[in-house]
C-alpha cells in the first residue's frame, strides 16, 4: 500500500503570493498571525507579503522570534504569542526553522494535550487537524511548505525531535520566485544541497513507491541543473524557479516515503553544536551514499543520469561511482565544507554523535540496515 498526502493547494511563480488574499477571503479568514524570523522581516522579505495583507485591509500581528534550529522554547512563545493575538489563520514565512515552528504552533493549538512539545517526537498520536496554516517559502531545500514533518530542537536533552504527523501538514502553500531571489549564496547553496539529499534518500529508501520515484528523479535532475546557476547568480529567475520545483517535488516524496542516516546523522549534528542542517546534511551525503551502494546499485546509475551523467558504456558499479562523484563536484563548486573537522568537529566528540544517530527516526527509512559502529565509520570518514 501507498500513501500521498499533499497541501490542499500549491502555488509557483513570481508573484503567485498575491493569490493569498483570495484564499483567505475563500475561507472567511480576517486576520492573520505571522510566524516569521527576525533577519526576513529586517531585510524586508517578510514585507514581500505584509504589503499584499496591507493593500487588502486584512489585519496581522508578526511573531518573529524563532532561531534556527528552533527549539521548545521557540514554539512555547510563539503558542503564547498567538492565543493573545485571536487570529483566523498561521502563515508561515521563511525557511524550514520558521515553517517547523509554526508547524508546531498548529498542531498544540488543535491537540493541547502535547503543549510539552516533547511528546510530539515520533508519529505522535494527535486527534484533530492543524489549526491552518498558509506557509511562504523563503528558501529552496527543507520543504516543510508540503511535508507532514518538523523537527523541533530539545536544547536540555541535546537533541533533535523528528515529528511526523499527517495532521500538520501546511493548507497552502507558496513558492514564490521573487521571495527566494534575498537568499545569500552560502544559504542557497546549503538548502538547495538539502533538497538534493531529500530526492537521493527518498529516491533509495525501501518504502520508495513508482510514484515517488518519479517525483525524485526529476527532483534530483531540476537541483542538478539549477543549484549552481542559483548560487553564483541569485537574481537568476530561471535558476531560481528550478530550484523552487526541485525542493518542492522533493519534499512530496519524501515526506511520504521517508528518508535515512543522512538525516539521521545531521540532525545530532544540529542539536549538539548548532550546525546548520543543509551544511550537514551536504557534507555527508557522498559519504553516506558510498556506504549506501551495495542497496541500491541500481538506482545509483539512475541518479548518475540525473545528475547529467552519460553513463554509457559504464559498469553499474562505475555509474554508481559516477553518481558519488557529481554529488561531491556540485557540493565542492557551491563552497559547502567537505569535513566535519572543517566545521569544528572532533573525533572525541564522534561517539555520542553516533548513538543519537542510530535513535533517530529516518535510521529505519536507510536502504542498509546500520549499527551505531557502522554509523561511527561514516562519521570518522567524513571527519
Same mark, same amino acid.
Given at each position: 500500500?501507498?500513501?500521498? %498526502?499533499?497541501?490542499?493547494?500549491?502555488?509557483?511563480?513570481?508573484?503567485?503570493?498575491? *493569490?493569498?488574499?483570495?484564499?483567505?477571503?475563500?475561507?472567511?479568514?480576517?486576520?492573520?498571525?505571522?510566524?516569521?524570523?527576525?533577519?526576513?522581516?529586517?531585510?524586508?522579505?517578510?514585507?514581500?507579503?505584509?504589503?499584499?495583507?496591507?493593500?487588502?485591509?486584512? +489585519?496581522?500581528?508578526?511573531?518573529?522570534?524563532?532561531?534556527?534550529?528552533?527549539?521548545?522554547?521557540?514554539?512555547?512563545?510563539?503558542? @503564547?504569542?498567538?492565543?493573545?493575538?485571536?487570529?483566523?489563520?498561521?502563515?508561515?514565512?521563511?525557511?524550514?526553522?520558521?515553517?517547523? =515552528?509554526?508547524?508546531?504552533?498548529?498542531i498544540i493549538t488543535e491537540n493541547p494535550e502535547f503543549a510539552d512539545v516533547r511528546s510530539l517526537e515520533g508519529t505522535a498520536d494527535t486527534k484533530h487537524k492543524s489549526?491552518?496554516? %498558509?506557509?511562504?517559502?523563503?528558501?529552496?531545500?527543507?520543504?516543510? *511548505?508540503? =511535508?507532514?514533518?518538523?523537527?523541533?530542537?530539545?536544547? @536540555?536533552?541535546?537533541?533533535?525531535?523528528?515529528?511526523?504527523?499527517p495532521n500538520d501538514i501546511p493548507m497552502i502553500a507558496f513558492n514564490d520566485a521573487e521571495m527566494l531571489m534575498s537568499m545569500p549564496k552560502g544559504l542557497t547553496a546549503?538548502?538547495?544541497?538539502?533538497?538534493?539529499?531529500?530526492?537521493?534518500?527518498?529516491?533509495?529508501?525501501?518504502?520508495? =513507491?513508482?510514484?515517488?520515484?518519479?517525483?525524485?528523479?526529476?527532483?534530483?535532475?531540476? %537541483?542538478?541543473?539549477?543549484? @549552481?546557476?542559483?548560487?553564483?547568480?541569485?537574481?537568476?529567475?530561471?535558476?531560481?524557479?528550478?530550484?523552487?520545483?526541485?525542493?518542492?517535488? $522533493?519534499?512530496? !516524496?519524501?515526506?511520504?516515503?521517508?528518508?535515512?542516516?543522512?538525516?539521521?546523522?545531521?540532525?545530532?549534528?544540529?542539536?549538539?553544536?548548532?550546525? $546548520?542542517?543543509?551544511? $550537514?546534511?551536504?557534507?555527508?551525503?557522498?559519504?553516506?551514499?558510498?556506504?549506501?551502494? +551495495?542497496?541500491?546499485?541500481?538506482?545509483?546509475?539512475? %541518479?548518475? &543520469? !540525473?545528475?547529467?551523467?552519460?553513463?554509457?558504456?559504464?559498469?553499474?558499479? @562505475?555509474?554508481?561511482?559516477?553518481?558519488?562523484?557529481?554529488? &561531491?563536484?556540485?557540493?565542492?563548486?557551491?563552497?559547502?565544507?567537505?569535513?566535519?573537522?572543517?566545521?569544528?568537529?572532533?573525533?572525541?566528540?564522534?561517539?555520542?554523535?553516533?548513538?543519537?544517530?542510530?535513535?533517530?527516526?529516518?535510521t529505519g527509512g536507510n536502504p542498509r540496515k546500520t549499527s551505531p559502529a557502522e554509523i561511527l565509520e561514516i562519521y570518522k570518514k567524513a571527519l
Amino acid at each position: 500500500m501507498a500513501r500521498m %498526502i499533499l497541501n490542499e493547494t500549491s502555488y509557483f511563480g513570481a508573484g503567485c503570493r498575491k *493569490e493569498v488574499v483570495g484564499e483567505m477571503k475563500r475561507r472567511n479568514m480576517k486576520k492573520a498571525f505571522i510566524v516569521s524570523d527576525k533577519d526576513l522581516v529586517r531585510f524586508g522579505v517578510a514585507k514581500k507579503v505584509t504589503d499584499v495583507l496591507d493593500g487588502a485591509g486584512i +489585519p496581522y500581528e508578526i511573531f518573529d522570534d524563532v532561531k534556527a534550529n528552533p527549539t521548545i522554547h521557540n514554539v512555547q512563545c510563539g503558542l @503564547e504569542a498567538f492565543k493573545k493575538a485571536k487570529v483566523d489563520v498561521i502563515i508561515a514565512i521563511g525557511g524550514g526553522s520558521v515553517m517547523d =515552528t509554526a508547524k508546531a504552533i498548529g498542531i498544540i493549538t488543535e491537540n493541547p494535550e502535547f503543549a510539552d512539545v516533547r511528546s510530539l517526537e515520533g508519529t505522535a498520536d494527535t486527534k484533530h487537524k492543524s489549526f491552518p496554516v %498558509i506557509a511562504f517559502a523563503t528558501t529552496s531545500g527543507t520543504a516543510a *511548505e508540503v =511535508t507532514i514533518n518538523y523537527v523541533i530542537t530539545d536544547e @536540555e536533552a541535546g537533541r533533535k525531535l523528528v515529528c511526523v504527523d499527517p495532521n500538520d501538514i501546511p493548507m497552502i502553500a507558496f513558492n514564490d520566485a521573487e521571495m527566494l531571489m534575498s537568499m545569500p549564496k552560502g544559504l542557497t547553496a546549503a538548502t538547495g544541497m538539502d533538497a538534493l539529499t531529500h530526492a537521493i534518500e527518498a529516491y533509495i529508501t525501501p518504502g520508495a =513507491t513508482p510514484v515517488s520515484d518519479m517525483m525524485t528523479w526529476n527532483a534530483i535532475k531540476f %537541483i542538478a541543473d539549477n543549484l @549552481e546557476a542559483a548560487v553564483k547568480d541569485g537574481s537568476n529567475a530561471a535558476a531560481r524557479e528550478g530550484m523552487a520545483y526541485g525542493s518542492y517535488v $522533493a519534499g512530496m !516524496a519524501f515526506s511520504n516515503v521517508g528518508l535515512g542516516i543522512v538525516h539521521s546523522m545531521a540532525h545530532p549534528l544540529g542539536a549538539r553544536y548548532d550546525i $546548520a542542517h543543509g551544511v $550537514a546534511n551536504a557534507l555527508l551525503l557522498p559519504f553516506v551514499m558510498e556506504y549506501n551502494k +551495495p542497496a541500491a546499485l541500481k538506482k545509483f546509475g539512475d %541518479i548518475a &543520469r !540525473a545528475m547529467g551523467v552519460d553513463i554509457k558504456g559504464m559498469t553499474e558499479d @562505475e555509474a554508481a561511482d559516477a553518481a558519488i562523484g557529481a554529488v &561531491r563536484k556540485l557540493s565542492a563548486a557551491i563552497g559547502i565544507p567537505q569535513r566535519l573537522s572543517d566545521l569544528g568537529i572532533r573525533e572525541e566528540q564522534l561517539g555520542q554523535l553516533s548513538e543519537d544517530a542510530f535513535i533517530d527516526p529516518c535510521t529505519g527509512g536507510n536502504p542498509r540496515k546500520t549499527s551505531p559502529a557502522e554509523i561511527l565509520e561514516i562519521y570518522k570518514k567524513a571527519l
